[in-house]
C-alpha cells in the first residue's frame, strides 16, 4: 500500500511539473524553432485546400530543417474547442480559425491570440486587404471592426444570384438588373406554375435572403450599426422592416416554396444542381462544387440593384499566444498572401482577397472574382445577418421558418429576432 | 427482480448460542469491504460527482468558456423563471413523454401478451421471436441514423409525400417537419417508434418467468385473453413495468440525439427539448453558465422522478409482497 502511494505521489508530481512546464510555453524566443503546427478544417479537394497544400509545399522548401506537422481539423471540433485547444500546450501554432465576435473576437479579449499588428503593417497585410475585409480581422476588446489584428484572412465571400440559363431561356426570362425585373422575372415563372427561388428554411438561406432584400435598402451606416453596434437598431423600421415584410410578401407571391422551412442548405443547392429551380440565393462556396457538378448552362449575377452585399473575408489564420514558432507562423501566413496562392484559390473557384483577375484562366472564376473586387472595392461587403451575436443564427432561423410557414407575421418575426439581438449586444457591450 | 422485504436467513448461517448476557449489537460491516467499494466510488467521483458539482458552480456563473467565471449568485435560475423557450421546451418533455413512455409502454405491454399467450402458442414459437426481433430493430440502429433516415421519409419530396401522391391523396401532402404544427406529432410518431421494442422485449422476457399453470387455470375457469391480461399477465410483470416506466421517463426527458437529427428543436422551437436546448446555450450561445443552469434544473427533476419512481416501485412490492 505504502509503494503504491509512493508511485501514485511521484505520478501527480510528474503530471504537475510537465503542466506547470506546459503553461510557460510560447514564451521567450522563438526564433530557432524547427516545428511548424498547423492546423486547419479545408477540404482537401477545396480551393483553399488546394492552395494552402502548395502553401506548406512553398514553405518547405523555403524553411529547410522545419517541419511542418499539419493537421486537417473538422469545423465543428475547431469552433466549439478552439478556448481549450489553443489555451493548452497542445495546440498548434497556427490556425485557421472563424471570424466574428463570438469566435476570434472572444478569444482575443481572453489574450488567447497573438496580436498580429506589427507584422501586417511590417509585411504588408493591411496595404493588400481592403477596409471592409479587414473589419474581421480587427478586435478592439472582442468586437470586431478596429483595433489590433489578431488574424489574417486570405480568401473571401459573397453571396449572389446563382441562375438556370437554360430555364431564363426557356421562359423567356432575361438577367435583371434591378429588384422591380427581379419580381418580374419571378413573376414569369410563377405563372409558367414554376417556383422561381430555392430555398431552405432551416438553415442559412433564409436569413441570407431576407439580409440582402434589407440591404437593398441599407448604406455603411446600418451595418455599422447593426454588425459594430455604433448605434441601436431599430428593427421596426426600414431597412429590416422592409427585408422581412417582402420576405413575407415573396412567400405570399409563391416566389419561394411554402414547404421549404424544413430543408436544409445542401437540399436548396442539390435542387439547384438537378435543374429544378431557375434560381437561388446564396454564397460563393456553391462556385467550385456547380462548376463540377453542373451538367447544364448556368451563371450567376450580383443581388440586383444592391450596393451591400452580405459577404466578407473567409476565415482568418490566427497564431495562439502559446505558439512555440511564431516566427514561421507569420512566414507561413505571408506566403499564403503571395500572388501564386492567390491565383491558386482564384483558379479553383475560390476568391482570392489580393487576386489579379488575369491571372485567372477560367472565365467563369474570373468573374467571379471580378465581382468580388467590384463590391469590395465600393465597400459592399455587409457581412452576415447572424454575426452580431452569439446564437443569433437559430434565432433567424426560427424566425424565418415562420414567414415561410406564413405561422407568423412579419412583425412578430421582428419581434422575435429583436429581442435576442439587443439583449447580445447589451451582453457584449456591457463588459 | 423483486427483492422480499423479509430476506431470510443466509444460507449456512446458524443461530448463535445463548450465552446469557444482553444481545450484542449487529456487527458493521467489516472495514475490508470498503476496499470493495473504492473503484466504484472513485469512478463515480471523477465521472459524476466531480462534473454535476461543477455544473451546479457554473450555473451560479456568467462564462463564455474562455477566460474566467464570473460569479452571478442565482441570477441565471432567475432568468430561467421567465424564459419561454425554456418552458417551451419543458412543455415538449410532457409530449416526450407521452411518446416515449406512454404509449410504447401500453402498446409494448399489449404486444408482449399478445406475441407470447397467441402468437407464441398457435404459431411456431419461432414466429414470436422473429416479430420480437423486428420490433427491437429501431432499437439497434444509432438514433442518428434513424433520425435522418426519417428526415428523408418527411422531407416535402420524400417518401411519405410521394406516398400519399401515389394513393390519390396528393392533397394531404405536408412538410411535415417544417410546420409547427404537425413537426412535434411527427418527431414523438418517430420515438413511438423507436422505442416500441424496448418494452416488448422485457414484458417478453418477464412473461417467461410467468407459470403457466395460472393461465391454464384461468382458462379451464373460462376467462377470456382480456381477463387473463389483467388478472394474471400486468400483475406479473409489475416489477419490468416499473423498470421500463422509470428508464424511457429519464430517457424521455434527456431526449437529445434524436432531436438533434430530425429539427434541432425547430421549427420555431416547436420540438425543443431542455437537452437541446441547454447544448445550443452552451456552445452555440457561449453562455455556459445559462446552459449550466438548464442542466441542472433538468438533472434535479430527473432525480426526483427517479425517486418517486423507486418509491412507488417499493410501496408496490410491499403491498404484494404481504397480500
Known amino acids: 500500500m505504502r509503494r503504491f502511494r509512493s508511485v501514485a505521489v511521484a505520478a501527480t508530481v510528474a503530471a504537475l511539473t510537465a503542466t506547470s512546464l506546459a503553461a510557460c510555453g510560447g514564451d521567450g524566443d522563438d526564433s530557432g524553432a524547427n516545428v511548424l503546427k498547423l492546423w486547419h478544417y479545408e477540404s482537401a479537394n477545396s480551393a483553399m485546400g488546394i492552395a494552402w497544400d502548395r502553401a506548406i509545399e512553398i514553405f518547405k522548401d523555403e524553411h529547410p530543417g522545419v517541419e511542418v506537422r499539419f493537421e486537417r481539423k473538422a469545423f465543428e471540433q475547431i469552433q466549439q474547442n478552439a478556448g481549450m485547444i489553443i489555451n493548452s500546450a497542445e495546440g498548434p501554432d497556427i490556425m485557421e480559425y472563424n471570424k466574428g465576435n463570438a469566435t476570434a473576437g472572444l478569444l482575443s479579449s481572453q489574450g488567447l491570440l497573438t496580436d498580429l499588428t506589427a507584422e501586417a503593417t511590417e509585411r504588408g497585410w493591411d496595404k493588400a486587404l481592403s477596409p471592409s475585409l479587414q473589419t474581421t480581422a480587427k478586435y478592439d476588446n472582442g468586437v470586431m471592426g478596429s483595433g489590433n489584428w489578431y488574424g489574417v484572412p486570405n480568401y473571401g465571400e459573397y453571396v449572389m444570384v446563382y441562375y438556370n440559363k437554360e430555364l431564363f431561356t426557356e421562359h423567356g426570362v432575361t438577367v435583371p438588373t434591378t429588384l422591380a425585373e427581379m419580381t418580374a422575372a419571378m413573376d414569369t415563372f410563377v405563372a409558367k406554375g414554376v417556383t422561381p427561388l430555392g430555398m431552405s428554411g432551416a438553415e442559412y438561406p433564409a436569413g441570407q435572403l431576407f439580409y440582402q432584400l434589407a440591404l437593398s435598402r441599407a448604406d455603411r451606416t446600418f451595418v455599422n450599426d447593426y454588425q459594430l453596434y455604433a448605434n441601436p437598431v431599430d428593427f421596426k423600421a426600414d431597412p429590416l422592416r422592409y427585408g422581412a415584410q417582402t420576405f413575407a410578401e415573396w412567400v405570399g407571391k409563391g416566389y419561394i416554396a411554402k414547404d421549404s422551412a424544413s430543408l436544409k442548405a445542401e437540399d436548396m443547392g442539390t435542387s439547384f444542381i438537378s435543374g429544378k429551380v431557375p434560381m437561388i440565393v446564396s454564397g460563393s462556396w456553391w462556385y467550385g462544387r456547380f462548376k463540377s457538378e453542373i451538367s447544364y448552362d448556368w451563371d450567376s449575377f450580383l443581388f440586383p440593384g444592391n450596393t451591400m452585399h452580405a459577404g466578407s473575408s473567409g476565415n482568418l489564420w490566427v497564431v495562439p499566444e502559446t505558439s512555440k514558432a511564431k516566427n514561421l507562423a507569420y512566414d507561413f501566413i505571408d506566403i499564403t498572401m503571395r500572388p501564386e496562392i492567390q491565383a491558386l484559390i482564384g483558379n479553383n473557384g475560390g476568391v482570392p482577397v489580393a487576386g489579379d483577375p488575369a491571372a485567372i484562366s477560367d472565365e467563369k472564376d474570373r468573374k467571379l472574382i471580378e465581382n468580388f473586387n467590384t463590391i469590395s472595392g465600393q465597400d459592399g461587403l455587409a457581412f452576415y445577418p447572424d454575426w452580431p451575436v452569439p446564437g443569433y443564427y437559430d434565432v433567424l432561423v426560427s424566425g424565418f421558418q415562420g414567414l415561410i410557414n406564413q405561422s407568423r407575421s412579419p412583425e412578430q418575426v421582428l419581434d422575435a429576432i429583436a429581442k435576442p439581438y439587443q439583449d447580445g449586444v447589451a451582453e457584449i457591450t456591457r463588459d | ?323
Open chain 2, 1 to 323: 427482480m423483486a427483492v422480499p422485504d423479509t430476506v431470510a436467513a443466509r444460507p449456512g448461517a446458524t443461530p448463535s448460542p445463548p450465552t446469557g448476557r444482553t444481545p450484542r449489537r449487529p456487527r458493521r460491516p467489516d472495514a475490508g469491504y470498503w476496499l470493495y467499494l473504492l473503484p466504484g466510488a472513485a469512478l463515480f467521483l471523477l465521472v459524476i460527482g466531480g462534473p454535476l458539482v461543477y455544473t451546479g458552480y457554473l450555473s451560479l456563473t456568467k462564462w463564455s468558456g474562455v477566460g474566467d467565471p464570473s460569479f452571478i449568485g442565482l441570477d441565471n435560475y432567475r432568468t430561467l423563471l421567465t424564459d419561454d423557450v425554456f418552458w417551451t421546451s419543458f412543455t415538449n418533455t410532457i409530449a416526450m413523454i407521452v411518446a416515449m413512455v406512454v404509449l410504447p409502454t401500453l402498446i409494448g405491454l399489449v404486444l408482449a401478451a399478445v406475441l407470447f399467450d397467441t402468437i407464441g402458442r398457435r404459431f411456431r414459437p419461432r414466429t414470436a421471436a422473429a416479430l420480437r426481433a423486428a420490433f427491437y430493430l429501431p432499437q439497434v440502429l444509432p438514433v442518428v441514423v434513424a433520425g435522418i433516415v426519417w428526415g428523408w421519409i418527411l422531407r416535402p419530396d420524400g417518401a411519405l409525400n410521394g406516398l400519399l401522391d401515389a394513393i390519390g391523396l396528393g392533397t394531404l401532402s405536408h412538410d411535415w417537419l417544417g410546420d409547427p404544427d404537425t413537426a412535434l406529432p411527427m418527431v414523438m410518431a418517430v420515438m413511438i417508434w423507436v422505442q416500441l421494442g424496448y418494452p416488448v422485449v422485457v414484458f417478453m422476457a418477464a412473461l417467461e418467468r410467468v407459470n403457466p399453470e395460472l393461465y391454464e387455470a384461468a382458462e379451464i375457469d373460462g376467462a377470456g385473453w382480456w381477463r387473463r391480461f389483467r388478472a394474471i399477465t400486468l400483475p406479473q410483470i409489475r416489477p419490468e413495468t416499473f423498470v421500463v416506466g422509470l428508464t424511457c421517463t429519464i430517457a424521455a426527458m434527456k431526449v437529445f440525439g434524436p432531436i438533434y437529427a430530425l429539427t434541432r428543436g425547430g421549427p420555431e422551437n416547436a420540438t425543443n427539448v431542455p437537452s437541446y436546448f441547454a447544448y445550443f446555450t452552451f456552445f452555440k450561445r457561449l453562455n455556459v453558465g445559462y446552459g449550466s443552469a438548464i442542466s441542472m434544473v433538468l438533472t434535479l427533476i430527473i432525480v426526483v422522478v427517479a425517486v418517486l419512481f423507486i418509491r412507488a416501485q417499493n410501496r408496490a412490492e410491499r403491498r404484494d409482497g404481504g397480500i
